[in-house]
């Protein structure tokens, strides 16, 4: 019987590294994804320099959902100076293509409307309407900063309208009102769903759907 001939130990390795790579690739494509927090915009929920994995399954067959939190692509001017920080050296960038550096250029906001929603802001305690229905936001930083600017808008199919929970500092949908996306993004350009905070480790953990748009119709 014919011995089956073994690799050398350097072609083993470079073997092993080139299939971890493609792996990882793989994984980032079409699983989860590293992200940080460069802004105040999602305070409390997400605090500055927060490192969270982004998971994309949940939206393999289906769309985001009110409530979601989202990572998307910049839709067009919306990144401030923070936010689009890149990685600063080789490693960092070749570690981010395969998904193992937190990318940066992308930005996190809530969904509070999907397609065929109107959004509004706000009744008179201040609360976000949706399709006529008020949202308690327990989640916000400040009530009372979520009433300005007014608005009314309708999110057309297809697109999402986000804002940041911490409504008196984020640049979000209702900032862009005037952009010629009025504010919209559109639901392909979401990376996906924030999933698990993995830094720092004293609040490591699964980031929870929020339960305010239970009762929107």
Request: charged fraction near 20%; hydrophobic fraction near 40%.
């Amino acid at each position: 019987m014919t011995e089956k001939r073994q690799l050398p130990v350097w072609q083993e390795s470079i073997l092993l590294v080139v299939t971890a790579v493609v792996l990882a690739v793989i994984v980032k494509t079409f699983f989860v994804q590293a992200f940080y927090i460069p802004s105040e915009s999602m305070e409390p929920t997400m605090q500055v320099d927060d490192k969270l994995l982004v998971q994309k399954v949940s939206y393999w067959g289906g769309s985001p959902d009110r409530g979601d939190i989202v990572v998307f692509d910049d839709p067009g001017g919306w990144l401030g100076s923070a936010e689009a920080t890149a990685p600063s050296n080789v490693v960092q960038k070749a570690l981010e293509v395969i998904g193992l550096y937190p990318s940066g250029g992308h930005l996190i906001k809530r969904v509070v409307g999907v397609g065929g929603d109107t959004v509004e802001c706000c009744d008179s305690a201040g609360r976000l309407m949706v399709n006529g229905q008020p949202v308690e936001e327990a989640y916000l930083a400040d009530q009372a900063a979520n009433g300005e600017p007014t608005f009314t808008v309708e999110v057309p199919d297809g697109y999402l309208w986000v804002q940041g929970d911490n409504r008196g500092n984020s640049s979000d949908s209702r900032y862009h009102l005037g952009d010629p996306g009025g504010g919209f993004i559109r639901e392909d350009a979401v990376v996906g769903k924030a999933w698990l905070r993995v830094w720092p480790f004293s609040r490591f953990g699964f980031i929870e759907h929020s339960d305010a748009f239970e009762g929107v119709p």
